[in-house]
């Protein structure tokens, strides 16, 4: 397994359009988030997956932002009619929080970083 | 909501030197991370913690849950640990994390 993965890594887009991320964690793990970091600030969540059920989304998720994990394993964040204030960093992490197994330990992807100009 | 506080926001110092980076949080929490971050966005988990203290090589994290207070120290700084070191905390009545600004470390050769 070569860990987290995400794609694309860059995306520059014009404001108004819509663009999709996509993050494909480390097989075994159950727990898949998303997080946005901005130049010079530390990661703000945005919402994170249990298996395919979306456990939790931050008020920072508008209505143009919907994420997906479908079957558990690869997830999307899709942000339609970007904005500029959506220019960050989208970082994906995932990790195994499965009662006895459960490290907790959070692997994060490379991060797709998106300009909407 | 968790509020986290990191110090100092930035620091440089000399190879070989003791260095040590705070983390304060607001909530009573069920773990804390600490995590580093090069540039170009990358980031690794360096420890879990929710008691006492860990080590990993040169790294070393202790955390003092009733001061809700965590310290990252690294022993014999060299160069390629110049990176963002980020607190982060799970609890407050959210699963997701919540993360402080970061330290900005860089070690002089």
């Known amino acids: 397994d070569t860990g987290v993965s995400q794609d694309p890594r860059h995306k520059i887009t014009k404001r108004g359009q819509n663009v999709t991320f996509r993050c494909d964690p480390i097989s075994e793990h159950n727990r898949l988030y998303w997080y946005r970091q901005t130049l010079g600030q530390g990661p703000e969540f945005l919402t994170y997956f249990q298996n395919e059920a979306q456990l939790e989304k931050s008020r920072l998720l508008s209505d143009r932002f919907s994420a997906e994990r479908p079957k558990g394993s690869f997830s999307t964040l899709e942000i339609q009619r970007t904005e500029q204030g959506d220019s960050a960093m989208y970082l994906c992490?995932?990790?195994?929080?499965?009662?006895?197994?459960?490290?907790?330990?959070?692997?994060f992807g490379e991060g797709s970083r998106l300009t909407v100009l | 909501k968790n509020e986290v506080e990191q110090s100092p926001q930035n620091l440089t110092a000399q190879e070989g030197e003791f260095i040590t980076i705070n983390c304060s949080y607001s909530v009573g929490i069920s773990a804390l991370h600490w995590l580093q971050q090069h540039p170009g966005g990358g980031i690794v988990s360096l420890f879990m913690l929710s008691s006492g203290k860990k080590k990993h090589g040169r790294l070393i994290a202790t955390i003092n849950i009733q001061e809700k207070h965590s310290s990252l120290h690294i022993t014999a700084s060299h160069p390629r640990d110049s990176a963002v070191y980020i607190c982060?905390?799970?609890?407050?009545?959210?699963?997701?994390?919540?993360f402080g600004k970061g330290t900005h470390l860089i070690i002089q050769p």
């Open positions: 992490a995932s990790s195994l929080d499965w009662g006895a197994l459960s490290t907790g330990e959070l692997f």
């Open positions: 982060a905390v799970r609890g407050g009545g959210a699963d997701g994390l919540t």
